[in-house]
């Protein structure tokens, strides 16, 4: 209190800094005295602030930003987005990633993600440990819009990259990602529909070295089966978009197509500006990432193939043959570059071993169609396996060697918690993974909070949260088996089914909180999630596990002429002297060749066949299990930060706030939880030695010598007089508040400082000073006497040439051809006068006034539209009478006047503290322009009207504001 005394006492002695110093101090100490302001509903960016808060506060307050576009709020460390659905004006402009680079303290800034990346990278770089930033929320929330932001601000603030061109490719892997592993749903227009992980890799200067991505469980099934309401995968539609006519792809329209058809808005639309615009920036990025256009054209035949391939149909009930019109069975095989007769016989037959001999089954009907959804399946997922891949290798993934004080960002984009009518495998793997990243938030957020209280001694109050380890562990577990661990040994069983893995289920958990039975016999079961109950249909389950696709398909896969369909297929060379060409056509095959066609067939079987017995088979289960793990231990070797997005409504509607659908979104996600904990626990963790170094002046004087010990702490916050804070055995445990009301104690003593500064700063300026502004003024005053000088002796002789101009003009035309001859008494007399005049300057004023009464009035010169003169206008005023106006005026300040001189205008322009002159005149079409520019204009208002819009030269200087006037405009009064 002393202190904050003296500082108010500052302006009482002569020789005290000026008033703006002083008074900026003293109002820095009252602030520290009064406390937190309180501040209107709606106006708290940082919701665990507020005074008392609750579940009602909590949404109120998201619900008041949200209506005034204010998406973005913290929730403590936790930042809320709350989906607009709609492009809020100005929010991601270069200027706000400009102003969110070095945020440092978070609370001088609206709330935004821009913030949060770069928080997290000076995080990174000043604690050399490797962050990763948690988005999570509903499908249609908004994750994958958050992800894209994040790292678009985390290339902005890094120290640029490794190698060229690197920041350009991390950005443009999106479009590509999410033409391919994207679509419209039901609750949202560009779904996520995988999983996916970045792993952006720094130098120890911040610079990035490079990126990976890792994908996690695209839903390839949208690829066979969508509903009417939802699309297919983007790129479908972009590829009819952009290659629809191009006759490479052999394609017809695109409501022809099985696979394609189901949405009829999606196809209607298929030429539309949207369709249009995502293929001219996949287009882009393919070219900024280093595709190649014969990748391109791999990748695109390919996605024909399956275009194709949804429309082969089968005849014969025990015994599928192919029945479609064998012009679409050419065409398919010509986009996948394959042999006619290997895949037809790869769909209807079955070769199977047994006791070495080999043995052919045909297939069924429904075996049949499902051999073909599944190769379609197949065909697409190695296809986006491939093309992640390929984008990493882009981004130097597999160039990457560790160096001493590398580190990496981390951002995880994932599916959303999902609960349809209808619940199958997907969504059980969706909702674990969900399920486990709300395990790592709570572990986070709460338990260990609690296990750094018992650690470093202090006793912290018994805070509960909800556990989901027990279903988790439900899920997982290995021993006993877990729904997972059931589920692969089911799969493994040749004669199981579904039926007999929904009774295992049930019997395994009995009784357990978290698992519930149907009363009847129906092959569903129910697990209580963390964000509600799911009810899921057995139905499918061990197919979809095993994820099987037949040896017989593959082997005629692997000898296709497309490179891309041979890599992911593991196809084999061709023998020398064979075939040559690039997707050379193998449906023109004739009849003569199909016994060949079948032996070369079943050679690549055997081979395919080898290859699989060399790999330990692994279910889908089992490698999601396994990929969760991994995930979960690169999160947890990371520092995280927290991206909540929420959906206001399920209609995908702008400024429409769902109060029930928000509030079940806020429950389930832990934010009520984390407030509370914040609340009730200690929020900032200082080290001894970081608390001491920072706050030191509070409690010690300034030159003293302080130890980093827990006595030192406990003495400056009883100085600063902080209540209810704890002093552990290495840290400083204080309320959240409390930081807040340590900086505002500070704020004192760096103004302080900076006053102390500037008298230091003006005693060294105030030693120099006086010689330099003497030797200053006379400088001044020799270019000022000058340019008088100058500028009046050329005013003087233009004056004499415009007049005599203007006598010859008067002359008769033979004037100049006469015999010379002495003057008559009245030219005498006319040449005495006109001399007069041009001494006393009234025959060019009263003739450029007759001009402009005459000839210009009439064309609205200078004339604002009520019919006076514009702001601008002046009437016949001299250059200096112009200079002494615009002096002191801000840079950019201008006005025009009528030149008294000659028959037109002058501009005077105010730019830089430099005042400039400029001619405005008229050309034989009586249009205006400024002298020196080519540019004319049909009037004078014309000339302003564009020169404040654009510079009058390449010094930038345009015309911002009228000059100010004041007083009776006796220049202008002439004129009227």
């Known amino acids: 209190e002393k202190r904050l005394k003296h500082l108010d006492d500052v302006g009482a002695s002569p020789d005290a800094a000026p008033r703006s110093c002083v008074s900026k101090v003293s109002l820095f100490a009252a602030m520290a005295r009064s406390g937190s302001r309180a501040l209107l509903p709606g106006q708290t960016d940082n919701l665990a602030e507020l005074e008392n808060l609750n579940e009602e506060t909590l949404l109120e307050e998201l619900k008041l930003r949200f209506k005034r576009d204010q998406i973005y709020t913290y929730v403590g460390e936790i ?82 990259a490794e190698f060229e061109g690197l920041e350009s490719k991390l950005l443009e892997v999106n479009p590509i990602l999410e033409a391919f592993g994207n679509a419209k749903t039901q609750y949202n227009n560009n779904s996520s529909r995988f999983g996916k992980f970045i792993s952006v890799k720094f130098n120890r200067e911040g610079s990035i070295r490079g990126a990976e991505m890792t994908e996690y469980l695209l839903e390839k099934s949208r690829v066979v089966s969508h509903t009417s309401v939802e699309q297919t995968f983007h790129i479908f539609y972009i590829f ?157 993934a597999g160039t990457i060697k560790a160096a001493a004080g590398d580190t990496a960002m981390g951002i995880l984009d994932i599916f959303g918690f999902e609960c349809f009518d209808s619940n199958s ?69 040749p004669k199981a089914s579904d039926t007999t893995m929904i009774l295992k289920f049930h019997e395994a958990f009995k009784g357990h909180k978290d698992y519930k039975r149907p009363k009847g016999n129906e092959e569903i079961f129910t697990l209580s999630h963390y964000a509600g109950n799911v009810t899921y249909e057995g139905f499918g389950f061990l197919e979809k596990n095993r994820d099987t696709l037949a040896v017989d398909v593959v082997g005629a896969l692997r000898l296709s002429d497309n490179s891309l369909v041979k890599l992911l297929f593991g196809g084999e060379r061709e023998p020398t002297g064979g075939r040559g060409g690039k997707h050379k056509p193998k449906g023109a095959r004739n009849k003569m060749d199909r016994s060949a066609s079948q032996a070369r067939t079943r050679q690549s079987i055997k081979h395919a066949r080898a290859s699989l017995a060399k790999k330990k088979q692994r279910t889908v289960a089992a490698v999601f299990k396994s990929s969760l793990a991994d995930l ?44 509370r904990i914040r609340r009730e626990g200690y929020a900032s963790r200082p080290l001894f030695a970081d608390f001491v170094q920072r706050y030191k002046v509070l409690g010690f004087p300034c030159r003293q010598e302080v130890q980093a010990s827990a006595a030192s702490c406990r003495q400056i916050l009883n100085a600063a007089g902080i209540k209810g804070f704890e002093v552990g055995k290495t840290k400083v445990f204080m309320r959240y508040y409390h930081a807040d009301e340590l900086n505002g104690k500070l704020e004192p003593f760096v103004a302080a400082a900076t006053i102390l500064s500037r008298y230091c700063r003006g005693f060294t300026a105030r030693s120099k000073y006086g010689a330099l502004v003497e030797a ?59 001399q007069s005049n041009r001494k006393k300057g009234g025959m060019n004023r009263a003739a450029s006034v007759k001009w402009f009464k005459e000839t210009e009035a009439a064309k609205g010169s200078g004339m604002a539209e009520d019919g006076g003169f514009a702001s601008w206008f002046h009437g016949i005023i001299t250059r200096q009478e112009a200079e002494s106006l615009l002096k002191g005026q801000p840079s950019g300040t201008f006005l025009i006047r009528v030149a008294e001189s000659r028959f037109g205008y002058s501009l005077s322009l105010l730019f830089k503290n430099r005042c400039k002159h400029f001619m405005i005149d008229q050309d ?53």
């Open 79 to 160: 930042l809320v987005t709350v989906n607009p659905f709609k492009w809020v004006g100005g929010l991601y402009d270069p200027d706000k990633m400009r102003l969110y680079s070095q945020v440092g303290d978070k609370n001088k800034f609206a709330p935004h993600v821009f913030a949060v990346s770069d928080i997290a990278f000076n995080t990174m770089r000043s604690g050399k440990k490797d962050q990763c930033c948690v988005i999570s929320g509903e499908s249609g929330a908004g994750k994958t819009e958050a992800a894209k932001l994040f790292i678009k601000q985390l290339v902005q603030v890094s120290n640029g």
């Open 240 to 396: 009819f978009n952009g290659y629809g006519k191009d006759p490479r792809f052999q394609l017809g329209d695109i409501g022809d197509y099985r696979f394609t058809s189901p949405n009829e808005d999606a196809c209607a639309d298929i030429n539309g500006a949207h369709f249009t615009e995502l293929h001219a920036e996949l287009e882009a990025a393919f070219k900024i990432v280093g595709f190649d256009e014969e990748q391109k054209e791999d990748l695109f035949k390919l996605l024909s193939g399956v275009i194709h391939l949804g429309d082969i149909e089968f005849s014969g009930e025990d015994q599928a043959e192919v029945s479609s019109d064998p012009e679409l069975l050419k065409k398919l095989c010509d986009q996948l570059s394959i042999d006619e007769t290997a895949i037809e016989l790869a769909l209807t037959r079955q070769i199977n071993i047994i006791r070495g001999e080999e043995t052919e089954r045909r297939l069924r009907l429904e075996q049949a169609e499902d051999a073909r959804d599944a190769t379609a399946k197949a065909i697409y997922n190695r296809a986006f396996s491939w093309l992640v891949e390929s984008c990493n290798k882009q981004l130097g």
């Open 425 to 493: 495998f997907e969504q059980l793997c969706i909702n674990l993974t969900n399920e486990q990243l709300q395990w790592y938030f709570n572990e986070h957020i709460f338990a260990m909070e609690l296990a750094e209280y018992a650690k470093e001694g202090i006793s912290g109050k018994d805070i509960t949260y909800e556990n989901n380890e027990p279903l988790l562990e439900l899920i997982l577990s290995s021993k006993p088996l877990g729904l997972l661990g059931i589920l692969d040994e089911e799969s493994n069983f």
């Open 632 to 675: 979960m231990t690169v999160l947890k070797a990371s520092e995280p930060h927290f991206i909540r997005c929420v959906k206001p409504n399920h209609e995908k509607t702008a400024d429409l706030f769902h109060d029930d659908l928000v509030t079940k979104q806020l429950r389930y996600t832990g934010m009520l939880e984390t407030t």
């Open 776 to 834: 200053k003024n006379k400088q001044d005053a020799a270019v000022m006497g000058f340019c008088t000088s100058a500028e009046r002796s050329c005013q003087g002789v233009r004056d004499v040439m415009q007049a005599l101009i203007d006598e010859d003009g008067k002359r008769p035309a033979d004037y100049w051809s006469r015999a010379s001859a002495a003057p008559s008494l009245k030219e005498r007399a006319y040449k005495e006068k006109t």
């Open 924 to 976: 034989s079409d009586q249009r205006y322009m400024v002298v020196g520019n080519d540019r004319t204009f049909p009037s004078l208002n014309e000339v302003v009207a564009f020169h404040m819009r654009h510079p009058v030269t390449d010094d930038g200087d345009t015309l911002l504001l009228p000059c100010p006037t004041s007083g009776p405009r006796d220049d202008l009064a002439e004129l009227e």
